[in-house]
């Protein structure tokens, strides 16, 4: 090779370690090793950079072409998590807990009830329904907020809520809530979920529901303090992903002030139930 | 040497009721054209003429300069039952018609829509370089292709190979439109060969696109049945001891991940196809013992990716991504979705070897056969076990806490990053032949979206010698893309201009897919190319999965430590999961152009993106 060549190399492979200064982000201001040796040979060197910095993005396409995706598309389910059959000592009850949404990636509206039905007193023992707007803050998780609405046990109430919804590290599902009552009362309530694969379809899952309340409030038997819990073991076998009959078994407890109250009229504030019941979405 | 000299006719045809036994070649050839074939399960398959049950030698069919093509709903038939959804069949086969072009020509390719409930159809050409109003994208090219309308494309023809075209339209890709597309060379090619196949492998779901993509968006792991029960937890305990178990659960606990979603769809939905045909339906290619055989795979799938292999034949990789390489022996080679490769296998026995085809994630398979004789099958491997990917392969050992599941930047790994990529310019164990360095290597990633990006791998690693998840532990030679090396000429200069750096990221759990954590609908515009000039892509896969990157209008260099003039061409590129690969490239036409991932479903999830050349 020529003398101007091997002059035109040299300059390239100087040029290329300005090269590096300046398309690099800070990584390669720090230590260069020593005898860093680049084999010019093979490696295409840099030409010198331009005056100007090019930019990583051009001005948007003006055409009329239309959407070459629509990765903002909008969703909708409906998902029943438990519709269950329940049979305890005091008497049985149909219990549910349903949810219906529309939704985009970062945006949610869910409508949904859970309440329920005691088949000796044939009457709702307790109903509500919700409706809440959710949005993504975070990778597996949903800040949500709205309204809940209580109509067994009566008087009726209403509530504002606001809460998580999502995926806690070592897969746990949960839905914690505060809610502020039309009276000022304020509660807490969590849920949170587990799935164990026994097999590819049967699937063991332990559920923990957990309810505090910031303050007294008599008329509903409620005392400040964790209210009550409910601990629950449900195995299901999912006949598809959207529809899996399941049995369980569910201990509930009021706590605090609540039991108390409940023990010294007499009644056992623990109930323990044995539950069937069905899974499903669509 | 023609199929028909081979085969008695009357005798494959005695059992079908609507040929009569004494049928002549040119009957037969005619029926055939019309786009429908009677199969040796004697029902009839909207399967083309060119493959059929019994393949026919590409060399029989006319190189054309025109071609005439409808896109319309057909029945699909899998093993003689008509399923649920119908097929999006061009001129009413799935696959599509072959189409035998020739390098030079002006070729006509006139695409009539038949779809009158869709809102466009399109057919890409993909591999080609043609003009970017030809290039058959929907939003990028053109407007698409409106019910009852025909789109005229018309181009030169400026290389030759193996290709394929299929629809850029919404899910048709899905449901068949896509057919196999070969570029006769001007100058021979320097092997050989004397019969040539083309295999196209694809996937076809029963529950229909629309609902795959909602099911998925609802539930991650919605078609996986292969994933991490309470018996593998005992199972691993038992082999590497409970302490170990407990933390490698952990650690994917942590990140919320699972080290068994391979597959977005899985044989838990889909059968896989080889030219369209079921593996019990067993399509069929006649050879000579002794002779060559060129059989052209094309991976048509629009969520899969298959590990190809003929027990009992080691073959000869001859091109990939329709680009001369220099012949390489393997026994196994993994092709993704949208890449080709052409290989020549000489079967000397006089015996039928199975075409294995199989997915992935080890849930199920394509398949056909290789034959001296009509209506013979070999024995059909079975499924290996379903891998498990592991952190250490994706530069985040257990040792090493610092795995980000929320998106954060740790700064002391930031510092970590500099040395990593320092070591990396010197010649890592994993980059034994790094004959072009990378001088910078990537950008270190910054996500802006919090939502989108479930994870950011702070040290990716060059995985380009490993042969892939599930492979490599057989004892067979399996390619790998370190393996080829470029016999096509090289055209461009060995000089760069500038590097860039594209993050492939996503967030699976809420079936979010995206380039640099944004979606398609959040990118600032599209990515700005310098018309001639020469860039360093560096594609950093954030992500758990294998995503085959696509760009449209120009070729892909991939950087596999060969010297300038012998790096490959691709025009889609596997990354795998933590991987950091680099290419260089030549944007050699003004316009826009599609740069996506090819996972169809990941694609319109938000992995695609724009390149605009200016």
Known sequence: MGALASLLLYSTAHAQHEGHSQMSMDMSQGDKPDGMSMDISQSPPMRSPTEQKISKYAPKMENDFGEPVHDNML???????RLEYRSFDEGEAVLWDFRTWVMSDYNKLYLESEGEWSIDDNAFDKAEGRLLYGHAIAPFWDVRGGVRYDFEPGPERAYAVLGILGLAPQWFEVDANLYLSDEGDVSFRLESEYDILLTQRLILQPRLELEVSAQDVPEYSTYAGFTGVEIELRLRYEISRKFAPYIGISWESALGESANRIES????PATTSFVAGVKFWF | MCLADRINLSHIMKNKTHLSASINRR????????GVFVTSLGGLLPSPSWAGSLGQSLLDLDIRRRYDLNIAYMPFLINGKKERIQATAINGTVPGPLLRLREGDDVQLNVTNSLMDTKHSSIHWHGLL????MDGVPGVSFAGIKPGETFNYRFKLKQSGTYWYHSHSSFQEQTGTYGPLVIEPKEKEPFKYDRDYTVVLSDWTSDGPDAAFRNMTMSDGYYNYQQRTIGDFFNDAGERGLKKTVADRLAWGKMRMSPVDLAGITGADYTYLMNGQAPDENWTAIFNPGETIRLRFIAAGTMSIFDVRIPGLDMQVVMVDGKAVKPVDVHEFRISAAETYDVLVTPNKDQPFTIFAESLDRSGYARGTLSPQVGLSAAVPQLRPRPVRKLDDMGMGMMDDKIFGGGKMDHAAMKNMSGDSMAGMKGSPATTSTAIPAPVGPEPFKPEDKVNTAMIIMNPQDRIAEPGIGLGEDGWKVLTYADLINDSGQPYTPMVDREMTINITANMERSIFSFDGLKYSQQPGP?????????????????????????HGMWMQIENGQPHDKIPYKHTILVKPGEKISALITPIEKGDWAFHCHLLYHMDAGMFQVVSVS
């Not at chain 2, 009957?27 to 019309?34: D, T, Y």
């Open chain 2, 527 to 551: 990515y700005n190319f310098r018309h001639n000039e020469r860039l360093r892509l560096w594609l950093v896969n954030h992500t758990m999965m294998e995503h085959p990157i696509h760009l």
């Open chain 2, 130 to 133: 043609v003009p970017p109003d």
């Open chain 1, 265 to 268: 009229g007499g009644g056992d």
């Open chain 1, 75 to 81: 969703f909708y389910f409906f998902s029943g998590d």
């Open chain 2, 27 to 34: 009957k037969f050839i005619q029926q055939l054209g019309a």
